[in-house]
């Protein structure tokens, strides 16, 4: 392995390099980006970075070379294991390691940990929630045994965890904003346009207390609820989250959680994108101000009778890259026609009385043959789910907004006008006439005079803060919550939080070429079998990931023997030293 230095017009950057040799031609590829040279005389605290490179590429190479030898290990068929000694070991955790060291994790630990009084390790207590969080979703106490199967042992106890839970709870803010500040040196942060939305979370409890109240449940479960509110940056990372009480209205979280990320990330020039739910009114006048503008939602059904009457209108409709107009009633239903997106804008004019200044919104409205014929085939499937529910009356007393039962009525009066026994169930035609009325429009309010195609691409990007949420309740098992102290619930939903930043970055690492489940998979099963003195034998499957995965981290384990002295290094290595 040698040193490459990568001059650019700003900085230097520094690579670990190695020569190969690929269909009889010879190569070289990167072992490891080290870095630019600010970044390692910061990090590491030289002041000759390419020194410092060097030595380290010359130790590389010595743990390389140590490495390559042959060992016999002596098995005895007639000894049997020592009791309660562990031999299997979790590797996966290295990879995930590796960015949590990048991002500064344990300085930030190191400054909370200075800031109250108490003797536990705070960072290692933090790692494994957040390791165990992605790998091993469980409770508190379930995650210190699962800690037990990492090569690097816990130096903890069980009572640690819920004291250090109420530490980071307080000081969840200046992590948070920490977190934003060391994640630019890992990665690109693309701030310009910010996603936010809400969900919620539920207690397997029936008592309402502190955060834990009854509200709107997004699963539609009878049980108390906190509501968390999520930022997200353009490239899909997690940017800052808030946790409020389960009754709280969803539109009342979106601005203090935004003044804290102008105040603590110094962030002052972004677009806002929400769905209709967080659009409220004052929410948009907020981010007309300043270099904050907005991207929201609108129903068309919510319009005024004017202005729905203009979005419905099959007339005037454009298209990107033509200068005509286009009547969409006329469109055939063809393949070509499905891909295309056909747009028309409308300038709403407002004042801002409370600042005195223009609230002028541009509503921009577009319609899809193809998004046309996916709400008509769901809704197709609902009215069949409809026509079978009447053979159940007892069931249809009650529904949600798009519930399948919406589309019957019930009557308790004959078509003679008496007076019926039992009530008179019917499918609700008109309803349905009236939905298919909306079918293929969508539309977005924004106060920006922008391409219309450019502000519909922004709001479509909307659907990875839905795929984030989705990561956390299922691969992360966020909930239930079994925490009681509302503290403590707040520092669930910052390990949840940062396992979640953790695995996006791993995902852009890996240039999003691998699904959730494979990769937490991937990680959770690659097992170490310890050989005593000798090291650590691999006892899972290498495969196109594993191989991923080791070059984007830059070390190996997948060699059929690593050393205890190598896996010393590799440990090392995840952590900067």
């Not at 940990?113 to 979703?137: A, C, E, M, Q, W």
């Not at 009480?245 to 002052?268: A, C, H, T, V, Y």
């Not at 990107?320 to 055939?332: A, P």
């Not at 429009?441 to 691409?457: E, Q």
């Amino acid at each position: 392995m040698r040193l490459k230095i990568s001059p650019s017009k700003n900085a230097k950057s520094f690579y670990v390099i190695r020569s190969i040799r690929r269909e009889g031609k010879n190569s070289s590829e990167i072992v490891e980006k080290l870095g630019t040279e600010k970044y390692i005389k910061e990090t590491y605290g030289v002041d000759d970075a390419e020194a410092w490179a060097r030595a380290y590429i010359e130790k590389l190479n010595q743990d390389e070379a140590n490495k390559n030898h042959k060992v016999l290990i002596p098995f005895a068929t007639d000894t049997r294991i020592p009791v309660g000694k562990q031999f299997s070991f979790n590797a996966g955790y290295l990879f995930l390691q590796k960015i949590y060291y990048q991002l500064g994790l344990p300085s930030i630990c190191r400054k909370v940990t200075k800031n109250h009084s108490f003797d536990y390790d705070l960072n290692s207590i933090l790692s494994r929630l957040v390791y165990g969080r992605i790998l091993y979703p469980s409770s508190k106490l379930s995650c210190m045994e699962q800690s037990k199967s990492l090569i690097e042992q816990p130096n903890f106890e069980l009572h640690h965890i819920y004291r250090a839970l109420s530490v980071l709870a307080e000081d969840s803010d200046y992590v948070q904003a920490q977190l934003y500040k060391n994640s630019k040196k890992v990665l690109k942060r693309s701030t310009g346009v910010l996603y936010y939305d809400c969900t919620n979370y539920f207690f397997e409890i029936e008592q309402e207390a502190g955060l834990k109240q009854y509200g709107p449940s997004k699963e539609h479960r009878p049980n108390p609820i906190v509501q968390m509110g999520l930022f997200m940056d353009k490239s899909g990372i997690p940017l800052a989250f808030c946790i409020n009480k389960g009754n709280q209205n969803e539109q009342l979280s979106l601005k203090p959680l935004e003044q804290q990320i102008l105040r603590d990330f110094e962030l002052s020039k972004f677009i806002v994108c929400t769905d209709a739910g967080l659009s409220s009114e004052a929410n948009r006048k907020f981010n007309n101000y300043g270099e904050r503008s907005f991207i929201t939602t609108q129903s068309i059904k919510k319009l005024k009778d004017e202005t729905k009457v203009w979005a419905l209108d099959p007339t005037g409709w454009s298209l990107e890259g033509s200068d005509e107009t286009f009547d969409i009633s006329k469109l055939e239903d063809t393949p070509e026609n499905r891909k295309k997106l056909f747009y028309k804008q409308k300038w709403i004019e407002s004042w801002d009385e409370e600042r005195d200044i223009a609230f002028d919104q541009n509503l921009i409205v577009t319609y899809s043959l193809k998004y046309k014929l996916y709400q008509q085939t769901i809704r197709n499937h609902q009215v069949e789910r409809a026509i079978k529910a009447m053979q159940k009356p007892s069931s249809l007393d009650k529904h949600s907004q798009t519930d399948a039962k919406r589309f019957i009525t019930k009557t308790n009066v004959t078509n003679d006008g008496e007076i019926a026994e039992n009530k008179v169930y019917q499918l609700n035609t008109e309803a349905i006439q009236e939905e298919a009325k909306y079918d293929g429009f969508y539309a977005v309010c924004t106060n920006l005079d922008d391409d219309p195609w450019d502000i519909a691409k922004i709001n479509h990007d909307r659907w990875q803060i839905e795929e984030s949420f989705r990561i956390m309740k299922s691969e992360f098992s966020a909930r239930p919550v079994y925490l009681q102290r509302d503290d403590r619930i707040e520092a669930h939903f910052l390990t949840c939080f940062i396992a979640l930043l953790l695995y996006r970055i791993l995902e852009k690492q890996l240039d999003e070429k691998y699904t959730c489940d494979e990769i937490i998979e991937t990680l959770k099963n690659m097992n170490m079998t310890s050989v005593g003195n000798e090291g650590y034998i691999p006892a899972y499957t290498r495969t196109e990931i594993t191989d991923e995965l080791h070059k984007n981290a830059g070390f190996h384990t997948d060699y059929e023997l690593t050393t205890q002295k190598a896996m010393a290094g590799i440990i090392r290595r995840t952590k900067g030293l």
